[in-house]
């Protein structure tokens, strides 16, 4: 199994700001995914990371709100840009266990945005 | 596209009651399916799978299996802890890797 290595664990942020989220696995992994969990809410997909090439964001994400970084195979990082209270979440990373497999889950960042 | 949909909650239920948490999906072809927990203050772990139909997937009293018939993955637990207190997500992988997540029902098991 995988452990993921999520960080920070919690940050408080002004409107306007951006906040970056590392994501570290202890294994090579092909893809990562980011996800947000709203107050209350399920997860949603925002981006899917493949080591060496642009993330794919599903809809209602874009690049300029959430670039994604995956410079290798066990890093990737999650901006959020010019933050707003809207962007008050959860923030995940995850990895898969292999085709149609599980995912693992890192313990998440909660953002809140004053 | 592909869908879960599981009960609303809050679910509140006495010290060793029985529960059920029902979940249906929506998806073409031969999805995974899961359910995932969450207990407060920490992250999300994987509580059972099942990958074809007619899979039964357990794990700590919690069981559920895969009906393609009726589209349904309902979790069930025949008597439930104060411990089980926690949110629980229903969840499928279709054909990639990216898991499509209920919306999460809260369970509150008092004493």
């Known amino acids: 199994s995988a452990v993921i290595s999520q960080k920070p664990s919690r940050d408080i942020c002004q409107r306007g700001t951006s906040l970056t989220i590392q994501c570290q696995v202890d294994s090579q992994v092909t893809m990562m995914f980011w996800y947000r969990q709203q107050p209350g809410q399920s997860l949603t997909l925002i981006a899917t990371a493949n080591q060496g090439s642009e993330a794919t964001y599903e809809s209602g994400f874009v690049i300029d709100k959430f670039p994604i970084s995956r410079p290798n195979l066990t890093f990737s990082t999650l901006t959020v840009s010019n933050m707003s209270p809207e962007d008050s979440s959860i923030y995940l990373c995850?990895?898969?266990?292999?085709?149609?497999?599980?995912?693992?889950f890192g313990s998440g960042t909660q953002l809140s945005v004053l | 596209g592909d869908s879960v949909t599981q009960m609303e909650g809050p679910v509140t239920l006495s010290e060793e009651a029985f529960l059920t948490i029902n979940c249906t999906y929506t998806?073409?072809?031969?999805?995974?399916l899961f359910w995932y927990v969450q207990y407060p203050g920490e992250g999300l772990q994987l509580l059972l799978k099942?990958?074809?139909?007619?899979d039964k997937g357990s794990n700590k009293g919690f069981e559920a299996t895969y009906r393609k018939e009726t589209t349904s993955f309902h979790l069930e637990k025949g008597s439930v802890q104060v411990s089980d207190s926690a949110v629980y997500f229903c969840a499928l992988i279709n054909s990639g890797y990216a898991l499509n997540f209920g919306k999460g029902t809260s369970l509150l098991v008092t004493p």
């Open positions: 995850s990895v898969e266990d292999g085709p149609n497999e599980k995912l693992f």
């Open positions: 998806a073409t072809g031969y999805p995974s």
């Open positions: 099942a990958t074809k139909a007619d």
